[in-house]
C-alpha cells in the first residue's frame, strides 16, 4: 500500500525556515516524480514544487523561487521541501503527492499534509 | 504563472448529472490535457481523472472526463450526496515548467 506521510510543520516567525519531510513507502521511491502542493486556509490547491526521480529536475512556482528548495533521499524514501525566508501568505497544509506513471499523470498519491503557520 | 479557469459553483439534483468545466491554453490542457481532483474538506484530494480521460484504478465510472481544444470537462452522473465536494482541475505546463489547477469548483447536491 502507498503511504506518504509529513512531518516538519509548525509555527514559525515571518523570515523564518522550516524543514518539511515525506516519507515514503509502499511503492519505488525513485522511479516517481515528487511534488509538493500546498492550500492555504480557506484556498483552493496550488502546486509549489517538483522534483524527478533521479532528482537532477526541479521546478518551482513563482511564489516561492528563491526561497523554497525542493530535494529528495531515495536510499531513505524521503522527501524534503527546505523554505527560507517564510511570509504570512506561505501559510498553509503542505501535501506530499505522488504522480503516477507516464508523465504527466497527475497526482495520483497525497499524504495527510503537515500544517505550516507564518505568524509573529 | 496564471491559473486554470474554473466557475466557483455548480449546484445540481440528487441522480442527476454535473459538468465541470476547466479551460486553459494550448500549452496546458490543449497539450497534454487535464487532471481532475476531488476534495473533501479534511481528508487528502483524490486523483480522479489524468490526461482526459483515464481513471486510477477504484474510481467509479460515474465520473469522466473529456477535452475540446483548451478546454477540459468531468461529467459526474447520477449525483449522489457523497460527491458534494471542491472539484479541481490540474494540467503541466512544459513552457512555464509547472503544473497550473484551477480555482476550483465547490459542487453541492441537493
Known amino acids: 500500500e502507498v503511504q506518504l506521510v509529513e512531518s516538519g510543520g509548525g509555527l514559525v516567525q515571518p523570515g523564518g525556515s522550516l524543514r518539511l519531510s515525506c516519507a515514503a513507502s509502499?511503492?519505488?521511491?525513485?522511479?516517481?516524480?515528487m511534488n509538493w502542493v500546498r492550500q492555504a486556509p480557506g484556498k483552493g490547491l496550488e502546486w509549489v514544487s517538483y522534483?524527478?526521480?533521479?532528482?537532477?529536475?526541479?521546478y518551482y512556482a513563482d511564489s516561492v523561487k528563491g526561497r523554497f528548495t525542493i530535494s529528495r533521499d531515495n536510499a531513505q524514501s524521503s522527501l524534503f521541501l527546505q523554505m527560507n525566508s517564510l511570509r504570512a501568505e506561505d501559510t498553509a497544509v503542505y501535501y506530499c503527492?505522488?504522480?503516477?506513471?507516464?508523465?504527466?499523470?497527475?497526482?495520483?498519491?497525497w499524504g495527510h499534509g503537515t500544517l505550516v503557520t507564518v505568524s509573529s | 504563472q496564471a491559473g486554470l479557469t474554473q466557475p466557483p459553483s455548480v449546484s445540481k439534483g440528487l441522480r442527476q448529472t454535473a459538468t465541470l468545466t476547466c479551460s486553459g491554453d494550448s500549452n496546458n490542457v490543449g497539450n497534454d490535457g487535464a487532471t481532475w481532483l476531488q476534495h473533501h474538506q479534511g481528508h487528502p484530494p483524490k486523483l480522479l481523472s489524468y490526461?482526459?480521460?483515464n481513471r486510477p484504478s477504484g474510481i467509479s465510472e460515474r465520473f469522466s472526463a473529456s477535452r475540446s481544444g483548451n478546454t477540459a470537462s468531468l461529467t459526474i452522473t447520477g449525483l449522489q450526496p457523497e460527491d458534494e465536494a471542491d472539484y479541481y482541475c490540474?494540467?503541466?505546463?512544459?513552457?512555464?515548467?509547472?503544473?497550473?489547477f484551477g480555482g476550483g469548483t465547490k459542487l453541492t447536491v441537493l
Open positions: 522534483i524527478n526521480g533521479g532528482g537532477s529536475t526541479r
Open positions: 509502499g511503492f519505488i521511491f525513485s522511479n516517481y516524480e
Open positions: 490526461r482526459n480521460n
Open positions: 503527492a505522488r504522480e503516477g506513471s507516464g508523465a504527466p499523470a497527475g497526482f495520483e498519491y
Open positions: 490540474s494540467a503541466w505546463d512544459p513552457s512555464l515548467g509547472a503544473w497550473v
